[in-house]
């Protein structure tokens, strides 16, 4: 992983990382808060995503959206690397239910 981008206040994003998962490794299941938004684009590559309860197999060009206090992760099916763009966007307090 590399952080390709860190917010310094003047853009609408947090940050921006640049992912590339090795065959059977995973972005374990984790959960952010209530302020933000993670976006998953996958670049290249076989994946199976898991959002809460629902787990769906992701590939090149698909974008996943993790909502604010969801639980997601990610794991490589594929036969070689898996690489995706991670982008964390802030989540305005009054539009969060």
Do not use: Q, W
């Amino acid at each position: 992983m590399s952080r390709a981008f860190i917010n310094r206040g003047d853009l609408g994003c947090n940050y921006i990382d640049l992912v590339a998962l090795e065959p059977n490794t995973s972005i374990g299941l984790h959960r952010h808060g209530p302020h933000d938004t993670e976006i998953y684009v996958m670049v290249e590559g076989l994946g199976k995503m898991t959002i809460e309860d629902e787990t769906l197999l992701v590939t090149t060009g698909d974008v996943v959206v993790n909502p604010p206090n969801g639980m997601h992760g990610l794991v490589n099916v594929g036969k070689t690397l898996l690489k995706l763009v991670v982008i964390d966007v802030p989540v305005a307090h009054d539009s969060i239910s």
